[in-house]
């Protein structure tokens, strides 16, 4: 019935085959049972191939903006100055940049700022003393980051002892630039430690001893008007 075939069944399987003499070459044979099996496996293959190129083509970079949660929108709106100094980083450095991102970042900056937030102002003095998505302003540096230091934040301490030793918005003046590198770094500011080492190297034993009272009496000045705020609460 079938000439020239020799039936054998697969031991994995169980299924019964007709092969071929070894003399006549090597063929493929399958059972109808097995053929359900390589679909499977074509199908599978597929669904897990690679994405072609077109495909990845279509991905393109998507604005800042849409990188804005709702829900980070509707609490910077309602005045959280955190959600306010997040979607303000978002903006000035987070996908791609498109027209007025930058002036719409400083609005948030200057509303946190408004709301007392010392990492606003200390990051809008910053962007007013660069000029980077704003003009350059050396006065509405001097006034965020001063008054970010005056609160007490570090950053806003080392920000300031930069602008007194770089003469940024002011005379120079390696004494006060010592002061405010002095606080940050004893407000555990790490850079400030580097500045403050770099600019005693210039002063005058008297500048270095006029320069670390001064960092005490600003420290006790502050501490009292803290207790004097806190009284009043």
């Known amino acids: 019935m079938n000439p020239g075939l020799r039936p054998y069944r697969c031991r994995a399987c169980h299924h019964r085959f007709w092969a071929p003499p070894a003399s006549s070459g090597r063929r493929f044979a399958f059972s109808a049972g097995a053929l359900p099996l390589v679909l499977i496996a074509i199908a599978v293959f597929w669904a897990f191939d690679e994405p072609r190129v077109d495909e990845l083509a279509t991905n393109e970079p998507v604005p800042a903006q849409a990188a804005i949660d709702p829900h980070t929108l509707r609490e910077a709106q309602e005045g959280d100055a955190d959600a306010q100094v997040r979607i303000a980083k978002i903006l000035l450095f987070g996908g791609v940049q498109e027209g007025d991102q930058a002036a719409e970042a400083v609005r948030w900056l200057q509303a946190a ?119 009043r609460q």
């Not at 962007?127 to 950053?155: C, H, N």
């Not at 420290?219 to 705020?229: F, I, N, P, R, T």
């Open 113 to 231: 700022a408004e709301n007392g937030k010392p990492a606003a102002m200390v990051m809008l003095g910053k962007l007013y003393r660069s000029g980077f998505g704003v003009l350059q302003d050396y006065g509405q540096a001097l006034k965020w980051i001063r008054t970010a230091a005056e609160t007490g934040d570090p950053d806003g301490m080392l920000e300031l002892g930069r602008l007194y030793r770089d003469g940024v918005g002011m005379p120079r003046d390696p004494v006060l630039a010592y002061v405010w590198f002095n606080r940050a770094a004893a407000a555990l500011q790490v850079d400030a430690v580097r500045h403050r080492a770099d600019v005693a190297r210039g002063l005058t034993a008297d500048q270095l001893k006029e320069a670390q009272a001064q960092s005490l009496a600003l420290d006790a000045s502050q501490a009292d008007a803290k207790l004097a705020k806190d009284g």
